[in-house]
């Protein structure tokens, strides 16, 4: 697999408190966003996803999602942003159709 770099490491070092996302609810530095990327990366290993895998991500936008979809990439993983406009049967339908073997989701009927 190619190098796959993660664009949070290098910014990170140079805008530690500069605002990374601005979305409606909060605005969230590079150095929170670093944190909670890492924080990802470390529970999606302890779950066992691999380099290469394909995690669906079904997640509201926003920061979270941004992070999630960087936790992923950042482990070398394939991110699937599915949309959360369908209904929970075509999103699963979504999930089979990009060969995902995990789910990411802040949605309840998942």
């Known amino acids: 697999?190619?190098?796959?770099?993660?664009?949070?490491?290098?910014?990170?070092?140079?805008?530690k408190e500069q605002a990374a996302i601005i979305d409606d609810n909060r605005i969230v530095s590079y150095q929170e966003l670093e944190v909670y990327v890492n924080t990802m990366v470390h529970h999606l290993g302890e779950r066992g996803v691999k380099?290469?895998?394909r995690v669906a991500i079904?997640?509201?936008?926003?920061?979270?999602?941004?992070?999630?979809?960087?936790?992923?990439?950042r482990?070398?993983?394939v991110a699937c942003p599915l949309s959360t406009r369908l209904p929970v049967a075509a999103a699963k339908?979504?999930?089979e159709q990009v060969?995902?073997?995990r789910?990411?989701?802040d949605i309840e009927a998942i």
């Open 93 to 95: 339908q979504q999930m």
């Open 51 to 53: 380099e290469g895998e």
């Open 103 to 105: 789910l990411l989701s």
């Open 75 to 77: 482990m070398k993983a």
């Open 99 to 101: 060969s995902a073997t």
């Open 1 to 15: 697999m190619a190098n796959i770099r993660c664009i949070l490491n290098q910014t990170f070092e140079i805008s």
């Open 58 to 73: 079904l997640m509201h936008p926003g920061w979270a999602q941004i992070a999630a979809m960087l936790a992923v990439i």
